[in-house]
């Protein structure tokens, strides 16, 4: 059925508990300024709609908790590349060491000892988040090959299918393009663009198991957060009544936001770890084919871009330079 081992993922999370607890106070912590904002906008919002009849009160405490609300989002929207380079990536960092066998160094804390081997395989934030960009417009047009092969199967109805198939595996994508980045972390590469480069041909040579896990994923993880979605109306419809005029439509919106909090920082960083080990596992002892490499040229123009910065890549080591080869198992 799938091919990861549910109570080992469970086991590396427990392992991680330093940054477990990080991403339970991240998450969270946006969560609730979604939900300060939020409310504090409507409130000026009623404020503000005393000065006219009722319904102008009411459009007042709307409009008040809607700009709150976009206002958090613009805020979040500009440190998501600080998320993903200390949040995201230093998890990724910590099980990538364990799923080695390795120990943490002594004397250091998960977090700090993560954030220094991002910044050894990264450098700036900004590097991991166009890596992880392009990476994902690469595994989005590695999906589109199950469209385009149904296109020539004439079979009614099949097309329509395939185009919901490949919508829920566009989603499944964002369980694989972090194991993306884990390849450049746990193969000491100094050259993010080239890691991706062989980490993506990779993946693209074994596809169907990659892929098969993420949607298998993609359920799990969706459903329980539906799970929490449906448990968290309750509370949220709580926190609501405390807001000025009862805005109608957040208890609806804060129980997505709860939902999302739980999904991010616990159910997705256990997809993530079960999708390093499916992959890890299925790579192990495979070269790089370079028919794949021309396949993801001929396919994704964000493979192509990932190959020119792979070639003028310059970090200061031996790795920056070189051509556009598959040498040993990695393209340099």
């Known amino acids: ?5 549910i109570a080992r993922s469970l086991g590396l999370m427990s392992k991680t508990m330093p940054f477990v607890l990080l991403r339970v106070a991240v998450y969270f912590g946006i969560a609730a300024a979604y939900v300060i904002v939020t409310a504090t906008g409507a409130g000026i919002g009623w404020g503000v709609g005393a000065f006219g009849d009722e319904g102008f009160r009411a459009g007042s405490i709307f409009w008040g908790g809607t700009i709150g609300f976009g ?16 949040v995201k990536a230093g998890h990724i960092a910590v099980v990538v060491e364990l799923l080695d066998g390795r120990q943490m160094p ?3 804390s998960q977090v700090s000892y993560a954030t ?3 910044k050894q ?6 590097v991991l988040f166009a890596v ?17 092969i149904a296109a020539f199967l004439p079979i009614p109805g099949l097309q329509q299918m395939t185009g919901i198939l490949r919508a829920f595996l566009n989603i499944a994508v964002g369980f694989i393009d972090e194991v993306i980045l884990a390849y450049a972390i746990r193969t000491g590469s100094t050259n993010p663009w080239g890691s991706a480069r062989t980490a993506l041909v990779l993946y693209g040579q074994n596809y169907k198991p990659m892929l098969k896990n993420a949607a298998w994923l993609t359920l799990i993880v969706y ?9 968290m109306l309750a509370p949220a419809a709580a926190l609501v009544y405390f807001i000025p005029g009862a805005w109608s439509a957040g208890g609806f919106v804060f129980a997505l936001l709860f939902a999302w909090a739980v999904k991010a920082a616990l159910i997705e960083p256990f997809a993530i770890a079960c999708m390093m080990d499916v992959y890890f596992r299925t790579i192990e002892g495979q070269v790089p084919n370079a028919e794949w490499d021309a396949k993801l040229s001929g396919m994704s123009k964000q493979f192509t871009k990932i190959k020119d910065k792979a070639a003028g890549w310059q970090p200061g080591s031996a790795q920056s330079t070189g051509g556009s080869t598959l040498q040993g198992g990695a393209m340099t």
């Open 71 to 86: 206002v958090t989002a613009g805020v979040l929207y500009v440190l998501r590349e600080y998320i993903l380079y200390i």
């Open 106 to 108: 002594e004397g250091k």
């Open 223 to 231: 459903g329980l957060s539906f799970l929490v979605f449906l448990l």
């Open 121 to 126: 395989r990264f450098g700036e934030a900004s």
């Open 1 to 5: 059925m799938w091919d990861f081992s």
């Open 116 to 118: 220094s081997v991002v």
């Open 132 to 148: 992880d960009q392009l990476v994902k417009g690469v595994l989005r047009a590695v999906t589109g090959l199950i469209q385009g």
